[in-house]
DNA sequence: GACCAGGCACATC
DNA sequence: GATGTGCATGGT
């Protein structure tokens, strides 16, 4: 049965008629996003915004201060955020990356196409697809479509994608369907994770999803 | 106390 | 190539 283009916008506009816009990425300046990217790897944004108010008391929130810092330093000021040791190492991994090829300047970064970027960001030890996609599309906003555990979890729920899907085949499964469009790519990811959130939890089933008529004819989780 | 949270790299088979 | 494991705090 398969979904097409225009069920994939349906299933966006419900969403969006449901939560309506969230206003992603939450962050004062495109680098705080850029570092939450990295701050949010499997951790919940409540503990995360703890670290970056830290850094911000600290005034280190900016490409220059965070680059001279120790990661030993560093890694006392992200403790609430959690694997507090290794992102103190992937975030200077970021920080060098951005200092010395580009001045610490996400203005210079711009300039890049998104395939260039991409290859870029995941070529730096401790950023993978979903963290080199979030700072693409919400810190740089370039359109790449971004995948997460939820987005995993909400289609293979309503089988829309097959549970075998990859991170790159569910971005394609987005990015072949809809328009190439910042802002649409922006809301949608947003909207997922807030339907996630809500109705699907790694150990229950659904109850009350408003997705729920979008289920697919295939095969379910289960049948792994 | 168990489970979960906007991943990623690395070891081992 | 696929599967398993370490990393860690804080909320429910």
Redesign the pocket.
Known sequence: MGCTSEDLMEFYESLYAHYGPQH???GETDFE?MV??VL?????????E?AIANLKAADLLSPQALHAQTEKHL?AYL??????????K?LKNLICWLMEGFDGSLEELRDYSVGRLREEL?S???????????IIL?ALHKPTF?V???TY?VLVRHRCIDVESD?EQIKEFFEDRLPEDVELYNEFH?LI?QV??NH?????HCVNCPLQEYEHDRETESNR
């Open positions: 992603w990425w939450p996003v939450g990217a949010t790897q499997n951790t919940n944004w409540q503990n995360v703890k890694g403790r609430p955020a959690g694997y507090f040791n290794i992102k103190a992937r995941l730096i030890n401790g950023v993978g697809r979903e963290t080199a996609d979030s919400y971004v997460d555990t939820y979890r991170y947003a994770v996630g959130k699907c939890k790694p150990r229950a």
